[in-house]
Every structure is written in C-alpha cells, then in structure tokens.
T-cell receptor
C-alpha cells in the first residue's frame, strides 16, 4: 500500500468547514483513497473513498488532485461531534484488502 | 448499513488466564475479517487476517499461538488471547467487509490484564 502523510493535528471552529489534507505521492493507478475517522475509544468509522473523481456523501466531500498525489477531506459544517482522529489510507479495492493505519490527523472542533 | 459487533465491550482478567473476544457481522456475510490492536495514543496495528474456513494469516511479530483466531462461520470470528499478561492490555478491534470496497469496524473491546 502507498504511504500517506497527514498533519498531526488541526483545529476548526464549530460551524466552519474542516479541510483535512493528505499527501500520497506514491499512489499507484489501481489504488483508492479512503478516509476513516476514530472518535475516542470507539472503532474506526468509514467516511468516504474515491479513485480519481471527487466524491460527496452525507458525511463529507473528497477532493482528489488531478495527478492523484494528494487529496482533501472536507467536512462542510464541523460540529463538536466531529472531533476525532482522521485517517487517510491508500489501498487497492476489495473488502479482502487489509487496511494499514498511519498516525492520522487529530481534528479538534472548537466551540 | 453494515454493522459489526464485538463482545465483550470490555473485560478485566487475571494474568495467566485466557480471554475470548467475538466479532460478528450482523447483517452481512464476511469471508474475511481483520483483527487490530491499539495501544493508548497510538494508531491501530493490524494483527491478523481471519479467513472463514481456513487458517488466519498473522502479521510479522504477532504470535499465532498466543492470539488464536477462529473464523468458523461467515458471520463470526473469535480472537482468544491465551495466557494473558499485563502487556496484552489493549484495545482490540475487528473489521469486516460485505461485498464491495468498504470495511466496517466493530466498536472495540478493551482488555485489561491485572
């Protein structure tokens, strides 16, 4: 799996958009970008994934650069409940593919 | 949506005893499940891949005789920590995937070995 680089921590004001960057310069053509988050003392939660097109769901938007070497997860209106560690992961498709977690970004939403 | 459960959610045991943790996919079948361990303030570390009807595949450095994995059905995988010691105290998390890309994670089991 390609390696990813994320900032260790970020703050975001409640109600504002949270933009979480991720670099994955060694991503290969068949690898997807996945985002998960982990709220304290809970299991990780799937957020979104994409290959090369931008994606949006009820939780977030995923913007992938044209060269696919970086991406940004956008939480459009951050709430206090969005405070969590966010993991950007690059891997092949298929449920049998294991997920390798990095350190992630600790997002603190501030009232 | 796909739901993965774990039981128990927390367990305290004495050193030297064995502890079994269950991981269930509630509304889908999963031929493959994964087991992770997470120490405080650290990221999740993959321990092993559990395959229904066959032997689990362990990551380097994980003792297969200490962490016994049984994936006896398409909805249940168990992790048994044998002869547990205080250094085995951790947060154990499983994941599974229905047909498709996403993996869904269980809520985790906090193990404390006294």
């Amino acid at each position: 799996d390609a390696k990813t680089t994320q900032p260790t921590s970020m703050d975001c004001a409640e109600g504002r958009a949270a933009n979480l960057p991720c670099n994955h310069s060694t991503i290969s053509g068949n690898e997807y970008v996945y985002w998960y988050r982990q709220i304290h003392s809970q299991g990780p939660q799937y957020i979104i994934h994409g290959l090369k097109n931008n994606e949006t769901n009820e939780m977030a938007s995923l913007i992938i650069t044209e060269d696919r070497k970086s991406s940004t997860l956008i939480l459009p209106h951050a709430t206090l409940r969005d405070t969590a560690v966010y993991y950007c992961i690059v891997r092949g498709s298929g449920g049998y593919q294991k997920v390798t977690f990095g350190i992630g970004t600790k997002l603190q939403v501030i009232p | 949506g796909a739901v993965v459960s774990q039981h128990p959610s927390w367990v305290i045991c004495k050193s030297g005893t064995s502890v079994k943790i269950e991981c269930r996919s509630l509304d889908f079948q999963a031929t493959t499940m994964f087991w992770y361990r997470q120490f405080p303030k650290q990221s999740l570390m993959l321990m092993a891949t559990s395959n229904e009807g066959s032997k689990a595949t362990y990551e380097q450095g994980v003792e297969k005789d200490k962490f016994l994995i049984n994936h006896a059905s398409l909805t249940l995988s168990t992790l048994t920590v044998t002869s547990a010691h205080p250094e085995d105290s951790s947060f154990y998390i499983c994941s599974a995937s229905p047909a498709g890309h996403e993996q869904f994670f269980g809520p985790g089991t906090r193990l404390t070995v006294l």
